[in-house]
T-cell receptor, first 115, second 117 residues
């Protein structure tokens, strides 16, 4: 069974500061990895994904994440936070052997940006 | 990217009535769709997996007679909350996946805020 742990349910950063949202997973084989963002009263929007190849992946809105197999981690970063980055962020994994299978989500991290 | 459309975005209904929520994949065929429920400030809770042409698979603790799922075509799944009660008030989200190895991500609808009064 797969599981996802997001360390820190709330993260507060100053505008312009580095954003780091942590995600660790548990899986028997390296899964597909995703980061989604959710704004209030909206669905989830894909930020980025790791499937294969380069372990540092770049996504929308200046976010990137690095897959580290040895650490079973997929932390999300952004060099400089913007007020508009305030939202809920979810890390998710899915079984690599079944692309149609459900995603397993972490508990989410609420990012707050202060001026 | 692929688009999943969910309707309505908000609905208020009286206790005891039923509410239908639609989830459509607009530019791809989805043999499988997923229905989630999200409580305030919490993660998504998978309710059921909707399979085109067959019965939905419900997660443990989810009442199948309460939450009726119909996946009649490759682009449409519906969730009907029957005899709604205030405790059914929540944010419901659907998602679909292409099922392709090159595109394993899930695409989400906009969500439906259900309020039962």
């Amino acid at each position: 069974a797969q599981s996802v742990t997001q360390l820190g349910s709330h993260v507060s950063v100053s505008e312009g500061a580095l954003v780091l949202l942590r995600c660790n997973y548990s899986s028997s084989v390296p899964p597909y990895l995703f980061w989604y963002v959710q704004y209030p009263n909206q669905g989830l929007q894909l930020l980025l994904k790791y499937t294969t190849g380069a372990t540092l992946v770049k996504g929308i809105n200046g976010f990137e994440a690095e897959f580290k197999k040895s650490e079973t981690s997929f932390h999300l970063t952004k060099p400089s936070a913007h007020m508009s980055d305030a939202a809920e962020y979810f890390c998710a994994v899915s079984d690599r052997n079944n692309a149609g299978n459900m995603l397993t989500f972490g508990g989410g991290t609420r990012l707050m940006a202060k001026p | 990217g692929a688009v999943v459309s969910q309707h309505p975005s908000r609905v208020i209904c009286k206790s005891g009535t039923s509410v239908k929520i639609e989830c459509r994949s607009l530019d791809f065929q989805a043999t499988t769709m997923f229905w989630y429920r999200q409580f305030p400030k919490q993660s998504l809770m998978l309710m059921a997996t909707s399979n085109e042409g067959s019965k939905a698979t419900y997660e443990q603790g989810v009442e199948k007679d309460k939450f009726l799922i119909n996946h009649a075509s490759l682009t449409l799944s519906t969730l009907t909350v029957t005899s709604a009660h205030p405790e059914d008030s929540s944010f419901y989200i659907c998602s679909a996946r292409r099922g392709e190895q090159a595109h394993p991500e899930a695409f989400f609808g906009q969500g439906t805020r259900l309020t039962v009064v």
